[in-house]
């Protein structure tokens, strides 16, 4: 647990640019602790659902209810505040067109 809670940090601690050149402003801050598909194993390790290839209308409306307090958060709720709607669209879109890590395709 130890090894993979220190992977998850480095991965936190990488700056945001290493991740995405063509994200939003504010997307790749995303994948501090949502990580990318490349280091989805570490994400899934801390509960921390991947977000990649989410559909962008389902991440709009959970950043929307995070923002407005009606879905519960520690952190998700002061990172939400931070972008008005355009920014929230513009991020759920690019994240809804990132891949997903094999790992998490669905099952055929």
């Keep these: ?33 949502h990580a990318p598909p490349v280091f989805a194993g570490v994400s899934a ?4 659902p991947p977000i990649n290839g989410r559909p962008a209308a389902a991440t709009a409306s959970a950043m929307r209810e995070f923002r407005s307090g009606a879905r519960p958060s520690t952190v998700m ?10 920014e929230i669209d513009a991020i759920a879109q690019w994240l809804g067109t990132q891949p997903l890590q094999p790992a998490q395709q669905p099952a055929k």
């Design 1 to 33: 647990m130890a090894r993979r809670l220190a992977s998850a940090l480095a991965l936190a601690m990488l700056p945001a640019a290493a991740f995405a050149q063509d994200a939003p402003p504010g997307a790749s801050s995303c994948s501090g602790c």
């Design 45 to 48: 390790t801390i509960s921390v």
């Design 77 to 86: 709720i002061r990172i939400a505040k931070g972008f008005n709607d355009s």
